[in-house]
């Protein structure tokens, strides 16, 4: 038996598809698993990050009562490596790749605190030359291809330009998977907020409340919303905690419910009111969104429908005359 006829047997159909199935089913069971992991984590870190803005706060109310200056230690990102530290502050990385909106991108991807900008500096600085040493090992040793040595050589060096961008387009793709969910469960949290108000509660216990129930459907969100309402406990002008979600998230949606809620802190107007609008117009937003994706899902169809039903279908209806008129 051929191995082609093995493969095109029923037993090895049936033992294959067999595969397929347990693999899926143990695939989904563990991504389950792990995002319940995740999802416990993150909400660590996030009462984590609470409780050391906290001590920060009190440490800069003592220190004020006492006359002196705000000692501001590195409280957040303490988990740096040290040898990160020496090598940031030895080539002075900061000047380098640092411009005034990393720190800003580095939150919109969830990774706050001076540790995550060091590691973040210190990957932009090692990667370059880490791809090129792996590139000239993989060319010039392994694979060398009777190409001469500069050529090898040149490969390499692209290959670690290349990787001089690696960590920015890991750090995007972050960030838009993380706007992803945030943008998804925005509109819904954004209703519960309302509802909160509306029942009585001031915008602190709302949103804290909300944080708890928006984790099912987006970790992110239920961060945010936590981190802002210890910023709204502990900060001394409530709208730069309102600021700080907005500049966090990266949304124009999220952005323009905080203005709102800044104007509403300002100007003494009816929170409940605003919010209500910012809910109406997010609900319209959202009914937008899913209009203009059925609207772009006919043109989507037309390749898919003329490559692989079109064929079929000439078939189905013209193999009976065909056959017919080759049968005569």
């Given at each position: ?149 500069f050529l090898n050589l040149v490969y390499a060096i692209g290959v670690g330009l290349l990787g001089a961008y690696l960590p920015v387009l890991l750090l995007r793709n972050r960030i838009q998977k993380r706007q992803q969910s945030l943008r998804r469960a925005w509109p819904d949290a954004l209703d519960l907020v309302l509802l909160c108000v509306e029942s009585g509660m001031s915008i602190e216990h709302a949103i804290k409340r909300v944080a708890k129930d928006i984790g099912l459907q987006s970790v992110e969100l239920a961060e945010e919303l936590t981190l802002t309402t210890a ?98």
């Amino acid at each position: 038996m051929t191995l082609v006829d093995r493969i095109a047997s029923p037993d090895f159909m049936i033992a294959l598809f067999a595969a397929i199935s347990a693999a899926a089913i143990v695939f989904t069971l563990g991504t389950h698993i792990f995002e319940r992991i995740e999802r416990k984590d993150r909400m660590k870190k996030v009462a984590i990050e609470r409780e050391q803005m906290r001590a920060r706060e009190m440490a800069r109310l003592r220190s004020q009562a006492q006359g002196r200056d705000n000692p501001r230690g590195n409280i957040r990102g303490t988990d740096a490596r040290s040898y990160m530290k020496s090598t940031v502050q030895r080539f002075s990385l900061q000047k380098a790749f640092m411009d005034d909106n990393t720190v800003e991108r580095l939150a919109q991807g969830g990774l706050r605190g001076q540790g995550e900008l060091t590691k973040h500096l210190f990957v932009r600085f090692v990667t370059p030359f880490l791809l090129f040493g792996l590139g000239v090992l993989y060319l010039v040793v392994l694979a060398p291809g009777g190409r001469p040595l500069f050529l090898n050589l040149v490969y390499a060096i692209g290959v670690g330009l290349l990787g001089a961008y690696l960590p920015v387009l890991l750090l995007r793709n972050r960030i838009q998977k993380r706007q992803q969910s945030l943008r998804r469960a925005w509109p819904d949290a954004l209703d519960l907020v309302l509802l909160c108000v509306e029942s009585g509660m001031s915008i602190e216990h709302a949103i804290k409340r909300v944080a708890k129930d928006i984790g099912l459907q987006s970790v992110e969100l239920a961060e945010e919303l936590t981190l802002t309402t210890a910023e709204l406990s502990f900060l001394e002008d409530r709208t730069r905690a309102y600021d700080n979600l907005a500049r966090r998230t990266g949304l124009d949606g999220v952005r323009s419910v905080m203005t709102a809620l800044i104007q509403a802190e300002r100007y003494g107007t009816s929170v409940g009111q605003a919010l209500r609008v910012m809910a109406e117009e997010g609900r319209e937003a959202r009914m937008m969104e899913a209009e203009k994706k059925a609207a772009a899902l006919p043109p989507k169809m037309t390749v898919p429908l003329i490559v692989f039903f079109l064929p079929v279908l000439f078939i189905v209806i013209m193999a009976p005359a065909i056959i017919t008129a080759m049968s005569l």
